[in-house]
């Protein structure tokens, strides 16, 4: 089974087998990860705490969506997946692409911070939902889920099989959908906006320089801000640790914003060399199958709000 067989489709045809592919990946990554948290927990003795902490579930939750991947893909769709880009990357673009992702963290903060005021006009917070999006890798297991193989597994997902095809039928919705689509499946109000905005990094990187590239940033974003800086400041104070940790995202951010407006006549002329006519956005995102699995979600990212 191809996700796209031989026969030529038509736009609406290709968004929704896209749609529909990222839908059963989700499924099968939430259901074996669920099956394996109760394996573990009846079977193995973990305790809740341990559970918490593991990165086994979802370890086997990657591997079973790998499978699927590899299902679904000819050796056509591998060498698509792969292909190197349309410019070579360079230093400069690199860390100007980091940047901008750690523009994305402040925006996402600031978004974070908005919902939180406005939830708690209905008596509900996301702080809890803030603890799960920040919270640093426990085990070895977790941190090799975190760092490595997650965002492989996201950019062979979102930035290979999502952002291909939609590329066949328009550049720029490829990067706005798959950044959608990367964005709602990690179901938490906090989390899918930040995941949102880096993924119209990754995806315009993935595009322009190769999917080498979006999963050296990804990784990069997930361990060298994450995990890895966490440990370098573990041994100082927590209130020391979290200024400088704050300081460096703040000045981060801040020069991301400087590279955008650098680059803004640069952005530009993508921006025209790339067209995207009304009616194609509007495909995606009045696609029945799209709504109905945004819905789902949110409720989804509401059962895990908590009460103040």
Same mark, same amino acid.
């Given at each position: 089974?191809?996700?796209?067989?031989?026969?030529?489709?038509?736009?609406?045809?290709?968004?929704?087998?896209?749609?529909?592919?990222?839908?059963?990946?989700?499924?099968?990554?939430?259901?074996?990860?669920?099956?394996?948290?109760?394996?573990?927990?009846?079977?193995?003795?973990?305790?809740?705490?341990?559970?918490?902490?593991?990165?086994?579930?979802?370890?086997?939750?990657?591997?079973?969506?790998?499978?699927?991947?590899?299902?679904?893909?000819?050796?056509?769709?591998?060498?698509?997946?792969?292909?190197?880009?349309?410019?070579?990357?360079?230093?400069?673009?690199?860390?100007?692409?980091?940047?901008?992702?750690?523009?994305?963290?402040? =925006? /996402? #903060?600031?978004?974070?911070?908005?919902?939180?005021?406005?939830?708690?006009?209905? *008596? +509900?917070? @996301? &702080?809890?939902?803030?603890?799960?999006?920040?919270?640093?890798?426990?085990?070895?297991?977790?941190?090799?889920?975190?760092?490595?193989?997650?965002?492989?597994?996201?950019?062979?997902?979102?930035?290979?099989?999502?952002?291909?095809?939609?590329?066949?039928?328009?550049?720029?919705?490829?990067?706005?959908?798959?950044?959608?689509?990367?964005?709602?499946?990690?179901?938490?109000?906090?989390?899918?906006?930040?995941?949102?905005?880096?993924?119209?990094?990754?995806?315009?990187?993935?595009?322009?320089?190769?999917?080498?590239?979006?999963?050296?940033?990804?990784?990069?974003?997930?361990?060298?801000?994450?995990?890895?800086?966490?440990?370098?400041?573990?041994?100082?104070?927590?209130? =020391? /640790? #979290?200024?400088?940790?704050?300081?460096?995202?703040?000045?981060?951010?801040?020069? *991301? +914003?400087? @590279? &955008?407006?650098?680059?803004?006549?640069?952005?530009?002329?993508?921006?025209?060399?790339?067209?995207?006519?009304?009616?194609?956005?509007?495909?995606?995102?009045?696609?029945?199958?799209?709504?109905?699995?945004?819905?789902?979600?949110?409720?989804?990212?509401?059962?895990?709000?908590?009460?103040?």
């Amino acid at each position: 089974m191809k996700l796209f067989k031989k026969q030529q489709l038509n736009e609406r045809q290709k968004i929704n087998r896209t749609i529909g592919a990222t839908l059963i990946y989700f499924l099968i990554f939430q259901i074996s990860a669920l099956v394996m948290m109760v394996v573990l927990k009846k079977y193995a003795g973990f305790s809740n705490g341990l559970l918490h902490r593991s990165g086994l579930p979802y370890l086997v939750a990657i591997a079973l969506g790998f499978l699927f991947v590899m299902i679904i893909s000819s050796k056509k769709d591998w060498r698509q997946y792969v292909q190197p880009g349309q410019q070579k990357m360079k230093l400069k673009i690199f860390i100007s692409l980091l940047l901008v992702l750690m523009t994305g963290q402040i =925006v /996402a #903060s600031l978004l974070g911070q908005l919902l939180e005021v406005i939830f708690r006009l209905f *008596g +509900l917070s @996301v &702080l809890q939902q803030l603890e799960t999006a920040t919270q640093h890798s426990q085990s070895w297991s977790m941190l090799l889920y975190a760092a490595l193989l997650g965002p492989l597994m996201e950019e062979l997902v979102f930035r290979g099989v999502v952002l291909r095809r939609f590329s066949q039928v328009n550049y720029r919705l490829a990067i706005i959908a798959s950044a959608y689509l990367f964005g709602l499946y990690h179901t938490n109000f906090v989390q899918s906006p930040f995941a949102f905005l880096i993924g119209l990094v990754l995806g315009y990187t993935a595009l322009t320089y190769g999917i080498f590239w979006s999963l050296a940033l990804h990784i990069f974003n997930n361990f060298i801000l994450g995990d890895f800086m966490y440990f370098i400041l573990q041994s100082l104070p927590p209130l =020391v /640790a #979290s200024e400088i940790s704050g300081a460096i995202l703040m000045l981060g951010g801040i020069a *991301g +914003l400087v @590279v &955008l407006l650098y680059f803004r006549p640069q952005i530009q002329r993508w921006m025209d060399l790339h067209q995207m006519p009304s009616p194609v956005l509007r495909n995606f995102f009045t696609n029945k199958l799209l709504i109905t699995v945004t819905l789902a979600v949110v409720v989804l990212a509401s059962l895990s709000l908590s009460t103040v």
